[in-house]
């Protein structure tokens, strides 16, 4: 495991979210969410597939819009800007999608290239070769360099996705199911670098997750969504031993399937 | 940015779910043209992407358009001899196949056959809904880099560039196939064919002609790229966005080229 030297700013929230309400027709999928995010904080997001995870941090990443409520990001309200103010804000968000989300007609350097050069237009070839080959060494792949998207296994797949987002400097990484089709040695690589990102980047992240493993080796802090709400918060053992009926419910769900 | 809702809420239809959806598309795609121009005038350009692009749409299309032109050109001779001959005037072939080919058949079956159902619109449509479902488009959005303008812009702007260039191309090599087959039965000399062939076309047939092809180029690759672009539903979604982006972009080049045939009729008319 890494060495933990960090420190939660308690009082800062680079993510605040206030009776957030979203719905596709008539199903409602957030239901009045409430949510902190504090600086150097990693909040695991837990909960069943089709709960509206991966909704939620569609919204704070201003790919989707809330049907009402507040999302702020780093001080900004994300559903009231407008695309220029939103495309500055996501350069200090990186988002880890669950299908890694590659650009499968490119290679590992062009797929790492392309959000590169098109934000820093000033960086001179040099540069660009060497945050290429530095974020490729942080996630363990130098060798990969050359290849394409689809002679990648699924774990290396995930580790350029976030070695794609890692070459803006994110303030803020959202992951979407970073463990989900991995092998369990697999998992455990990736709840690694999602630690090693947070203490080498000093990151603060949201982990949308339903792995336990997961949640309790990379988060401060879980909240578990059910239903549309957060049942509970707080850190992994108290979640854990929360005698709620519905999140004994979902942890009981947990095992059988896990 | 959310993708374009393709079903409408239940029990909210104002005439009917089919009329209802069919006005909700013809004013997104409205939105998607004047997207298209705020984005293809606005700094960054991509001019390496257009580059690319139209290198496949263009270049990469040259030996089906060539096949396509050269057959027409033949075909077209062929068909046209019996005719004119029982008038005496087999003389005419080249002023008629250079008539057709210029004024009609070289867009049409360009834009038609090569361009839309043969090539790019399908493979447009194929490729941004596969990115679409496979959340790339997305994964552009959030690394701050704008979709719409490498997407579409460059693939748009490429079509309307290259189809004109295709079709003036499929005219000459239509011209050859021609000359090949009058020469073969009528043994007319190449300057005398071509001469022939030219002095009954005027630059109002060619000028139209270009116009058309820069109206279908621009169809084409706006049709192919709103259905790539807001495909839905996994594969099957993939499918279904290649598969309308060639019907769609059928059903608007012939509604242009029986538009833009009758105003140049007209100002032809008017020019006599």
């Known amino acids: 495991m890494i060495e933990e030297e960090r420190n939660i700013d308690q009082e800062n929230p680079v993510i605040t979210i206030r009776d957030l309400y979203k719905s596709f027709g008539d199903l409602v999928v957030l239901d009045g969410i409430n949510l902190d995010v504090f600086k150097g904080e990693n909040v695991a997001v837990l909960g069943k597939s089709g709960t509206g995870k991966s909704v939620l941090i569609k919204i704070i990443a201003g790919l989707l819009k809330p049907d009402s409520g507040l999302v702020e990001v780093l001080g900004q309200k994300v559903d009231k800007l407008g695309l220029r103010e939103l495309q500055q804000l996501r350069l200090k968000l990186g988002f880890s999608f669950q299908n890694s989300a590659l650009y499968d007609s490119m290679t590992i350097w062009e797929n790492l290239e392309f959000p590169l050069v098109r934000n820093k237009r000033n960086l001179t070839a040099k540069e660009v070769k060497n945050a290429i080959e530095s974020v490729l060494d942080d996630v363990g792949l130098p060798q990969t360099i050359n290849q394409m998207p689809s002679e990648l296994s699924g774990g290396q797949k995930k580790r350029i996705g976030i070695a794609r987002t890692l070459i803006l400097q994110p303030e803020i990484m959202l992951y979407d199911e970073p463990t989900s089709g991995l092998d369990p040695a697999t998992s455990i690589e990736i709840n690694n670098l999602i630690k090693q990102v947070q203490l080498q980047y000093n990151t603060s992240s949201i982990i949308i997750t339903h792995d336990l493993t997961c949640a309790k080796a990379t988060a401060d802090r879980v909240a578990v969504l059910l239903n549309g709400k957060f049942y509970i918060t707080g850190s992994f053992e108290e979640v854990f031993n929360s005698t709620e009926p519905n999140i004994k419910t979902f942890y009981d769900y947990n095992f059988i399937t896990n | ?272």
């Open chain 2, 1 to 272: 940015m959310e993708t374009v809702p393709k079903v409408l809420p239940k029990n909210k239809y104002v005439v009917s779910r089919r009329v209802d959806a069919f006005f909700s598309d013809i004013y997104h795609i409205w939105i998607f043209i004047l997207r298209f121009f705020k984005e293809v005038f606005s700094s960054p350009f991509e001019f390496k992407e257009v580059v690319n692009q139209c290198y496949h749409i263009g270049l990469k299309s040259l030996s089906l358009v060539s096949l396509t032109g050269l057959v027409t050109g033949i075909v077209f001779t062929n068909q046209s001899r019996p005719s004119l001959e029982v008038f005496g005037a087999s003389s005419w072939l080249p002023s008629l196949v250079a008539i057709a080919l210029i004024r009609a058949l070289a867009p049409l079956v360009t834009a038609l056959i090569v361009a839309v159902a043969g090539k790019v619109g399908s493979n447009i449509g194929a490729e941004l809904g596969s990115m679409r479902v496979t959340e790339q488009i997305d994964a552009m959005e959030v690394s701050a880099t704008n979709p719409f303008k490498f997407l579409v812009a460059t693939r748009v702007l490429a079509t309307t560039i290259m189809v004109p260039v295709l079709v003036m191309y499929t005219g000459l090599v239509g011209m050859m196939g021609s000359f090949l087959n009058v020469h073969q039965n009528e043994e007319t000399s190449f300057p005398a064919f071509f001469k022939s062939a030219f002095a009954s076309i005027t630059f109002l047939d060619i000028y139209a002609s270009v116009i058309k092809a820069i109206c279908f180029g621009f169809t084409i690759g706006i049709a192919s790229c709103y259905q790539g672009y807001n495909a839905q539903k996994g594969t099957q979604g993939v499918g279904r966005a290649a598969n309308l982006a060639v019907v769609l972009s059928m059903y608007f080049i012939f509604i242009e080229e029986i538009t833009i045939v009758q105003i140049f009729n007209n100002i032809r008319t008017l020019l006599l």
